[in-house]
DNA sequence: TATGAATGAGGCTTCATTCAT
DNA sequence: GATGAATGAAGCCTCATTCAT
């Protein structure tokens, strides 16, 4: 007897979409291409998804920006990384892996294309954002002495640079791990003079 | 007499295609949509277009980040900003300005969404990356004495910055031009650090 | 209970297919006409033909001069037909009936009329005609003593009657089986006075 | 001044049409297409023609198979031919050197596949047909004594090979006079055995 | 005569979803 | 849980025809 291994079919479903909408986008991949490369009938779609918006709104929240950075939430980690620089490092690290891996970067930025029309997306992502950068600038305010309002700068500068590196990072040759030092960089010697201000 | 004012025709399928392409993306708007916004007819639509694919393509094209900064290929233009400071600042505001108007920010980011799936598209936004940021750093290298990369880095970061404000700027609650000013600070800052080692 | 009959789908398509395409031609008739007199919902259609060009080559195909004479390639057929002219006669029998069945001979000229713009219909048509009259020949030359050249006209006359009845066989009232005898008696002529030479 | 060649434009429509028509049948070819071909603008089109159908009513008169065989209708052209064989080679020359010219072949298939919609043309070609073969038996009792039905068939036979020619004549590779003088003979030899009863 | 922008009905096809098995 | 045939609304695009110039 072939039995299908339990409670796999999910995530088949899951994992071929993924594929698909990373390629072509949430519109132009149809439930028929899903189900097909999930390798199942169309109607079992149904019984994991009330629908496709459904699936897409599942996706959308497993690609938010505060699901990159972990260590940011561990109260912790700060003991593994005992200057500022060590821990940018290992949350751009955490950042740029996460979005390396199942598609996540081009499914961000198809989130970002749908959550006009999909206000419970737009909502949660405002809210990350709001969450993540406010975070962040509280765990620069913890290693060093500046302004929480430099930090906050600081800090969205950072993620918009490491944002920045999944649409456009081939387009100057820098290798990630080049690039994402710099970046730390950048945001080192801004916080230095602020500070010393 | 009813006079069609002449040539206006393509304008306002343009006008309303921004328009509703902004709101509810690329696929979800239909060409029945767009002529009846227009107020023509939906055989004219294809007089000017040869599919809504091609019409896409058009827009993706206005709204390239090269579009965002004219100051940036003007050669006379630094005469008028005698410092990085101000250049920048003006780089900046053309920069924000260009695509607060016309729902552009909004069709950026569906163009970045579509990208993989037209791969002409893809290469001009690859294409217009590299000239901008090379541009951006060969204009800072005129002003301050500082190596290539850096400036590549510190232009890179700046523009990285002005795209994060466009979707997640209201995350924090920063004017626009205090947005700005803090921008350019950091780049500043960065460059002051390198250009003295 | 309702059972509907079982793979009865597609042959309902297909037969009301026929009946439109012989009354109004491949390119008047529409989908919405074939699904309406099918009885079923336009989507179904596509459930077995991948468009509309598809079900006109498989019809195309259908109502090939190769298949309205099985006999002209059953091996064992010519000992119930002891001399030509019964043969001939039970051909023509075949070709006539086959077209006057199912709206062959009407879908048999639209089919002539689009072969031009579609290649694979065109070279189908050639190789079953070619393979058809070669056929036809060398029965010919089993019955009777006669040069090959000689049979292949014989038979290209008999089945250009065959054809032409079936456009143009009510311009003189003949009835099909007085035209049928007709023919083969001019066929079985030629071939007497070719043979006697 | 650049004066069109007075008269000349209707003409060029007609040119255009026929060829487009043959390649691409009725229905498939466009205004459009016929008057970029002809190269005059859309609007002119509907001058000489009241529409598209009557466009293709006008060619399909001009290839039908009257026109094709005008010694036919000439009282006087017999004294040129004294035998019924020479007479036959002229009416057969003359039918394929007719269809051979100005895709009037292909256009006569898409005439067969239309006339089932289009009543008129279907009467027109009822007509013509029977006209045609009746003249033709007429002639040939004018030459050799046999009963009128066996001139009608011989007379029908003898125009089925020549239009089944147009259509398949290439499936053997005999030459067109080649395969011409094959039918004649096999025309011939029927009403030598006919009359010789 | 000649033009060509504009029209809009109507064609082909897609695809999310349902439901009987 | 799983299937896949069936649905039909809705999308994109075509094209014969008109009409103001």
Not at 6 to 28: H, Q, Y
Not at 159 to 165: E, I, Q, R
């Amino acid at each position: 007897m072939v039995t299908k291994s339990p409670g796999k079919t999910r995530e088949k479903l899951v994992s071929a979409a993924m594929e698909l909408f990373a390629k072509k986008g949430f519109d132009k991949t149809t439930v028929d291409e899903i189900v097909a490369r999930a390798g199942v009938a169309k109607g079992t779609f149904y019984l994991y998804f009330k629908s496709k918006d459904d699936l897409i709104k599942e996706l959308a929240f497993e690609v938010m920006p505060i699901m990159a950075m972990p260590s940011l939430n561990d109260p912790y980690i700060t003991v593994s990384f005992p200057t500022l620089e060590s821990y940018l490092l290992q949350l751009g690290r955490e950042f740029l892996s996460f979005y390396s891996e199942n598609y996540r970067a081009e499914i961000f930025f198809h989130m970002l294309s749908v959550r006009e029309r999909m206000k419970s997306i737009d909502d949660i992502y405002h809210q990350a954002c709001s969450e993540l950068l406010r975070e962040g600038a509280r765990r620069i305010t913890a290693y060093v002495k500046v302004g929480f309002e430099d930090a906050l700068i600081a800090f969205q500068v950072f993620l918009a640079s490491l944002m920045h590196y999944l649409h456009a990072g081939d387009c100057l040759g820098f290798s990630r791990e080049h690039y994402l030092k710099k970046a730390v960089d950048v945001v080192l010697n801004h916080l230095r003079l602020s500070a010393s201000v």
